[in-house]
Nanobody, 117 residues
Framework: QVQVVESGGGLVQPGGSLRLSCAAS????????MRWYRQAPGKEREWVAT????????SYADTVKGRFTISRDNAKNTVYLQMNSLKPEDTAVYYC??????????WGQGTQVTVSS
């Protein structure tokens, strides 16, 4: 069965760091573009970062560029989001997305990140 499972969220102070993980199974992970999204209370889901199938291409939302780093380990079927210099406005549920086509598009359950002093 297809599974996409995020982990690593939690409570952190402004300026702190967290590393999110997304473990995938049930499909050919190395064929899928991976993305991170987030959704804050009362706001629409927004795109955060993308990584290509080989890991050489990455792209980031302007709001996180220079602070967040997306990476993947195809041998471990895992994608990561390293989040540094966290701000209160980064508080959200973070979701992992795996996409090969419009018909092969999988989402995790999300992991909560709270940035607060």
């Amino acid at each position: 069965q297809v599974q996409v499972v995020e982990s690593g969220g939690g409570l952190v102070q402004p300026g702190g760091s967290l590393r999110l993980s997304c473990a995938a199974s049930g499909f050919t992970f190395s064929s899928y573009v991976m993305r991170w999204y987030r959704q804050a209370p009362g706001k629409e889901r927004e795109w955060v970062a993308t990584i290509g199938v080989l890991g050489s291409f990455t792209s980031y939302a302007d709001t996180v560029k220079g602070r967040f780093t997306i990476s993947r380990d195809n041998a471990k079927n895992t994608v990561y989001l390293q989040m540094n210099s966290l701000k209160p406005e980064d508080t959200a549920v973070y979701y992992c997305n795996a996409r090969w086509s419009a018909f092969d598009d999988y989402w995790g359950q999300g992991t909560q990140v709270t940035v607060s002093s």
